[in-house]
Nanobody, 113 residues
Framework: QVQLVESGGGLVQPGGSLRLSCAAS????????MAWYRQDPEKQRELVAR???????TYADSVKGRFTISRDNAKNTVYLQMNSLKPEDTAVYYC???????WGQGTQVTVSS
């Protein structure tokens, strides 16, 4: 049974930082690419960042230079470091095992003064 558990969301002021974590179980984590998505109520779910099994990363244009995705295969965990946060980054953030239907439950990120 695959489980993805996100943590690290919260309320932060514009310009602040947060680090999201997603702990995976029930899969051979190191074999899979992982991704972070986000969704706010008025928009479709969008891909934020992806990291391949070998560590190659890709980012949405809206977060390039501000967000960093990384992984620790020893801990079966993928991270999203978010810096210089903007109000438009407010959303529920989800991690996903790439090319599968396995999603986490989501963690709320709110950027507001």
């Amino acid at each position: 049974q695959v489980q993805l558990v996100e943590s690290g969301g919260g309320l932060v002021q514009p310009g602040g930082s947060l680090r999201l974590s997603c702990a995976a179980s029930g899969i051979r984590f190191s074999f899979f690419a992982m991704a972070w998505y986000r969704q706010d109520p008025e928009k479709q779910r969008e891909l934020v960042a992806r990291i391949g099994s070998g560590g190659t990363t890709t980012y949405a244009d809206s977060v390039k230079g501000r967000f960093t995705i990384s992984r620790d295969n020893a801990k079966n965990t993928v991270y999203l470091q978010m810096n210089s946060l903007k109000p438009e980054d407010t959303a529920v953030y989800y991690c996903k095992v790439w090319d599968t239907g396995h999603w986490g439950q989501g963690t709320q990120v709110t950027v507001s003064s």
